[in-house]
C-alpha cells in the first residue's frame, strides 16, 4: 500500500522568510496530492492540490510541486507571516478511486515575527 | 449549510466503557471517514464509507465499530474503551464523482480514556 514521508516534522522561520515541506511517496500509481493546513485545536482544512498532469500549482503565497519521477512534492509558503503558524499534512491518493487519502505524519511550523 | 459535524466535541471515559461518536454532514457526501490523530502520527484512518450502508476498514480499525444507516451520518462506536483510543479523533466527508478525494473535515472529538 501506500507510504507517504513527510520532512521536516517541525519547521522554524523568521517572518518574511520563505518555508518549504517535503513528502514522498510510494505508490506509483498515487496521482493526487493535498495539502492540509491544521491551526491550534482546528480542523485540518484543504489548502492547495495538485494532480499529476502539471508539475505547478500557485496560490498566491503558497504553491506546490511536484516531481513524478523521484515520487516526491514540496509546499512551498512564501513571504511567511505569523499566521502560517500550524501543521501541515500532506497526503497521497489515486484521484477518483474510494477517495482515501494516505497522510504524512505532519510537520509544524512556525513563524516568529 | 453546516459542513460536517461532529458530536460530542470531549469526552472523558473510564476503561471498559462504551461510547458512540456521531458524524452528521448536510452536503449529500456519498463518502465518509473516521482518522485518528495522535501527536507524532500524523491522521491514520479507522474506517470509511462509500455510500449507506457500507462501511470498510482502514488502516487502524481494531477495537471500532461503525455504522452508516443513513447517507447523512456516520456513527463511530467504541465497545471497550481502552487507554490507548485515547485521541483525537476528526471525522471527514468527500462528494460523489472525481472530488471524491476531496475531504471536508469536522471539528474534531477530543476523547480521554483513564
Known amino acids: 500500500g501506500e507510504n507517504v514521508e513527510q520532512h521536516p516534522s517541525t519547521l522554524s522561520v523568521q517572518e518574511g522568510d520563505s518555508a518549504v515541506i517535503k513528502c514522498t511517496y510510494s505508490?506509483?500509481?498515487?496521482?493526487?496530492f493535498p495539502w492540509y493546513k491544521q491551526e491550534l485545536g482546528k480542523r485540518p482544512q484543504l489548502i492547495i492540490d495538485?494532480?499529476?498532469?502539471?508539475g505547478e500549482k500557485k496560490d498566491q503565497r503558497i504553491a506546490v510541486t511536484l516531481n513524478k519521477t523521484a515520487k516526491h512534492f514540496s509546499l512551498h509558503i512564501t513571504e511567511t507571516q505569523p499566521e502560517d503558524s500550524a501543521v501541515y499534512f500532506c497526503?497521497?491518493?489515486?484521484?477518483?478511486?474510494?477517495?482515501?487519502?494516505?497522510f504524512g505524519k505532519g510537520t509544524k511550523l512556525s513563524v516568529k515575527p | 449549510n453546516a459542513g460536517v459535524t461532529q458530536t460530542p466535541k470531549f469526552r472523558v471515559l473510564k476503561t471498559g466503557q462504551s461510547m458512540t461518536l456521531l458524524c452528521a454532514q448536510d452536503?449529500?457526501?456519498?463518502?465518509m471517514y473516521w482518522y485518528r490523530q495522535d501527536p507524532g502520527m500524523g491522521l491514520r484512518l479507522i474506517h470509511y464509507?462509500?455510500?449507506?450502508?457500507?462501511?470498510a476498514k482502514g488502516e487502524v480499525p481494531d477495537g471500532y465499530n461503525v455504522s452508516r444507516l443513513k447517507k447523512q451520518n456516520f456513527l463511530l462506536g467504541l465497545e471497550s474503551a481502552a487507554p490507548s483510543q485515547t485521541s483525537v479523533y476528526f471525522c471527514?466527508?468527500?462528494?460523489?464523482?472525481?472530488?471524491?478525494?476531496?475531504?471536508?473535515f469536522g471539528a474534531g472529538t477530543r476523547l480521554s480514556v483513564l
Open positions: 471527514a466527508s468527500s462528494p460523489p464523482g472525481l472530488a471524491k478525494n476531496i475531504q471536508y
Open positions: 505508490d506509483s500509481a498515487s496521482n493526487y
Open positions: 495538485i494532480r499529476s498532469n502539471v
Open positions: 497526503a497521497a491518493s489515486r484521484w477518483g478511486s474510494q477517495g482515501n487519502l494516505i
Open positions: 452536503m449529500n457526501h456519498e463518502y
Open positions: 464509507s462509500v455510500g449507506e450502508g457500507t462501511t
